[in-house]
């Protein structure tokens, strides 16, 4: 089946530091999106990317549809302490089949993020 | 109020026993989904439903069930528990047309079988 390769899978940095982490796949994908998980608590949905090319930033966070269709990054510049948590990127590809136009996401593993105060 | 919520948020069942874990939502999303969450493995697709007449297994569906009672509320249940179930289980949603791989998750419920 479909895989998406996340990387790198943990980072240790300093606060103030950038980071940059990214997903490939090997197939196209339509959709790239990428979630944050704190402890505790389920994913949430960070930046989403709807067009090979795209750069879209939310605050500090910026992520980018690969022209290729089968990868993404997002950078997160001058972290901060509550950066801290598992991202993970998550990608889609339309099935076509007896529901239609369905669509169903599939889970890089994460990368974890720790920063240093 | 969280906009999906799960409970419980803990449980710890023993072998063999029947479990059911309940999701509601306040989104008015037509599709809803449940994960499981193991250290290392990610999230894993275990059941989704786009209405509520449609129900379709994931990839990992065995030793499952799910019932899905309204557009608002999805449950999971777990048969006869076992120890490799213990996880922790995310109830999902996304809209139907548009943007509908935006999936919005509960704060999970974390499972241990003994």
């Known amino acids: 089946g479909q895989q998406l390769n996340q990387s790198p899978q943990s980072m240790f940095i300093q606060e103030g530091e950038d980071v940059s982490m990214n997903c490939t796949s090997s197939?196209?994908?339509?959709?790239w999106l990428w979630y944050k998980q704190d402890p505790g608590e389920g994913p949430v949905l960070l930046i989403a990317?709807?067009?090979a090319g795209e750069l879209t930033s939310n605050g500090r966070l910026t992520a980018q549809f690969g022209i290729t269709r089968k990868d993404s990054f997002l950078n997160i510049s001058a972290s901060i302490p509550s950066d801290v948590g598992i991202y993970f990127c998550a990608g889609s590809t339309p099935e076509i089949g007896e529901a239609g136009n369905n669509r169903k996401l599939i889970w890089g593993l994460g990368t974890s993020l720790a920063v240093n105060p | 109020d969280a906009d999906v919520t799960q409970t419980p948020r803990n449980r710890i069942t023993k072998t063999g026993k029947r479990i059911m874990l309940e999701c509601s939502q306040t989104k008015g999303h037509d599709r809803m989904y449940w994960y499981r969450q193991d250290p290392g493995l990610g999230l894993r697709l275990i059941y989704y439903?786009?209405?509520?007449?449609?129900?379709n297994k994931g990839e990992i569906s065995d030793g499952y069930s799910v019932s899905r009672q309204a557009q608002a509320k999805f449950s999971l249940s777990l048969e006869s528990a076992i120890p490799n179930q213990t996880a922790l289980y995310f109830c999902a949603t996304s809209v139907r047309k548009g943007r509908d791989t935006e999936a919005f998750f509960g704060q999970g419920t974390r499972l241990t079988v003994v």
């Open positions: 439903s786009f209405d509520v007449k449609d129900i």
């Open positions: 990317l709807y067009k």
């Open positions: 197939s196209i994908f339509n959709t």
